[in-house]
């Protein structure tokens, strides 16, 4: 898995060097980018971490390269650095996705506050994102009728109601029940539900 980076897109190099010196103070790993083009030239969509991005540049403007990241299917939080008047844009941007905004001129603990909390809210994505990866994985193991017997299971049948519904004996249920138990791993019909809660969630 690769490291949460702070990447910091802003076409002003001042504001680039005095965010990368904050974020050092804050051992929060960051990267330096002179624009959205430049990112967007190298943006791997298995990055981790946030972005701190300026809604006006020179050439793409921070908008633009939000949008171009959307289309691309970016999951890393986004933070726009706006000026007083860029307000409604940013508020736009929310719903669009970012995930906040800060206006210039910031208080610098404000800013690195949001950036931890960004990159906290990325690690909590890809956390769940292997734990839906792992029940997937899980449930292909499944039969079909294994499949069937969970999905009675879930429903809060007991055994005999599965066995008619099903056309089975109660002992096949019990084993199906057994096999689908061990494989998903859990060891309750109330730790599957709360398992396939998270999936479908």
Known sequence: ???????????????????????????????????????????????????????RMTGMSGLECFDALNARGNAMPVIFITGHGDVPMAVSALKKGAFDFIEKPFNDLDLAALVEKAIAHDNARQRATADRDTIEARLATLSAREREVMELILEGLY????????????????????????????????ELAQMLTTLRG
């Open 159 to 190: 055994n005999k109601v599965i066995a008619d519904r099903l056309s089975i004996s109660m002992r096949t249920v019990e084993a199906h029940r057994s096999r689908v138990f061990e494989k998903m791993h859990v060891r309750s019909a109330v």
């Open 1 to 55: 898995m690769s490291t949460a980076i702070a990447h910091i897109v802003d076409d002003d190099e001042a504001i680039r060097d005095a965010l990368a010196w904050l974020f050092k103070t804050r051992d929060v790993p960051c990267r330096p980018w002179p624009g959205g083009e430049e990112f967007l030239a190298e943006w791997q969509p298995d990055w981790r971490g946030c972005i701190v991005l300026d809604i």
